[in-house]
């Protein structure tokens, strides 16, 4: 499956969900949701990212859920992090809570299941098949 490649020019307003990696160079406002999400110089994320592994080289502001963040030279990250890995590169910014967790993914208020859910309406097409329901 090839990543999913969200432009410089493009401004995503809404949820992203795919089963495969996503590589921000634009902006995206709402949650991402996918195996693997790649930040990338000049790319933004408000909102969050559930994912297996995740990798900031641009900036995200919200809350992100991974079993491995990587905040890369250069990155810039004000956000609630949950996760099994951290690594904190040299020149990163960090600014936010920081929360070690065996299962990050099952601790995210749009819980694994719902993921798992949504992955599977996206690649069959089957969108009236989940209510995601974000908690209070």
């Known amino acids: 499956m090839s990543a999913v490649v969200i432009g410089e020019e493009v401004t995503i307003t809404g949820n992203i969900i795919t089963s495969g990696q996503i590589q921000v160079e634009g902006s995206v406002q709402g949650y991402i949701f996918g195996s693997e999400v790649i ?6 994320v408000t909102g969050g990212i559930v994912a297996e592994k995740v990798a900031v080289y641009g900036q995200v502001s919200g ?3 991974a079993l491995s963040v990587i905040l890369e030279p250069g990155s ?3 956000a609630d992090l949950c996760h099994r890995e951290l690594t904190l590169e040299l020149d ?3 600014e936010g809570k920081s929360r070690h967790s065996e299962n990050p993914l099952s601790r995210t208020s749009l819980r694994l299941e719902t993921f798992r ?3 599977v309406a996206a690649d069959t097409g ?6 995601a ?3 209070a």
């Not at 930040?39 to 933004?44: D, P, Q, R, T, Y």
């Not at 089957?126 to 209510?131: A, T």
Request: aromatic residues 12%; contains cysteine; hydrophobic residues 30%.
């Open 126 to 131: 089957k969108w009236d098949m989940i209510e």
């Open 92 to 94: 990163s910014y960090f």
């Open 76 to 78: 810039r990250t004000e």
């Open 63 to 65: 809350s992100v859920n």
């Open 39 to 44: 930040v990338c110089k000049g790319g933004h």
């Open 117 to 119: 859910q949504a992955t």
């Open 133 to 135: 329901k974000h908690a």
